[in-house]
C-alpha cells in the first residue's frame, strides 16, 4: 500500500508539533518546580547566560547611537561626569580602587568595577545605551527618567577617559568614596585575618 505524498507531509508535521509541545511543556515543568535557579548567589546556566549575552549585544548594536560622544572630554565635562557617576553608579561599579562594595558583591549579575577593568575601550554609543536603558534582569537601572540626556552623556565621557583624566579630574576621582552604609567590609577588603 502507497501512502500518498500529502498523508506523509502531514504526519512529519504532526510529529514534529507533537515534539514542541512536549519540550515546551517539559521546560513548563522545570520551570514550575523550581528546578532553575533563582538566588542571586548561584551560577547562572551556559544557556541563560549565552541568551542575556547575545540579547544585549544584538540590542546595542542595533539601538545605540553612533558616532562620537556629542559631549566633548574638557576638564569640567569630566569632573561633571564623575561627581554624577560616583552618585548615582559607584554603588555598584566602585571608585577608582576598584573594590566592590557590599550591594556589588551580593548582586546577581556581578557588575564589572570599573576602577580596575574599565570601559576606555567600549564604543560611547554601547556605554550611553547602557546607562540610559538599564539591564534587563540584571541590578542595572535605566537612568532615562533621572538624568538629563546631558549628563548620561558626560558619564559617557567620563567612562570613556578614566585612564586618561586631567590631572584635578583625576585626584577627585581617586579621592571618591562610596557612602560608609555600603562600603567594603574589612573582610572584604583585606580578607580572613
Not at 127 to 148: C, D, N, Q
Request: glycine content about 8%; hydrophobic content about 45%.
Amino acid at each position: 500500500m502507497r501512502w500518498p505524498i500529502a498523508a506523509i507531509l502531514a504526519g512529519i508535521l504532526a510529529g514534529a508539533l507533537l515534539t514542541i509541545v512536549v519540550e515546551l511543556l517539559l521546560v513548563y515543568i522545570v520551570i514550575r518546580s523550581g528546578a532553575l535557579p533563582a538566588n542571586a548567589d548561584a551560577r547562572p546556566p551556559g544557556l541563560e547566560r549565552w541568551i542575556a549575552r547575545t540579547s544585549l549585544r544584538a540590542a546595542i548594536q542595533r539601538e545605540a547611537p553612533r558616532g562620537d560622544n556629542p559631549v566633548q572630554p574638557t576638564g569640567a565635562n569630566l569632573a561633571a561626569g564623575m561627581k554624577t557617576y560616583v552618585a548615582n553608579c559607584a554603588v555598584c561599579h566602585g571608585v577608582a580602587d576598584g573594590n566592590a562594595t557590599n550591594v556589588a558583591a551580593g548582586l546577581y549579575q556581578r557588575p564589572p568595577q570599573f576602577g580596575a577593568h574599565g570601559v576606555e575601550d567600549d564604543p560611547a554609543g554601547a556605554t550611553y545605551w547602557k546607562v540610559y536603558h538599564g539591564i534587563r534582569f540584571t541590578g542595572m537601572p535605566s537612568y532615562a527618567a533621572s538624568l538629563t540626556d546631558n549628563q548620561i552623556w558626560q558619564v559617557t565621557a567620563f567612562l570613556s577617559n578614566m585612564d586618561q583624566l586631567p590631572a584635578t579630574v583625576d585626584a577627585q576621582w581617586k579621592k571618591a568614596r562610596v557612602n560608609e552604609a555600603v562600603a567594603p567590609t574589612a573582610l572584604q577588603r583585606h580578607g580572613p585575618p
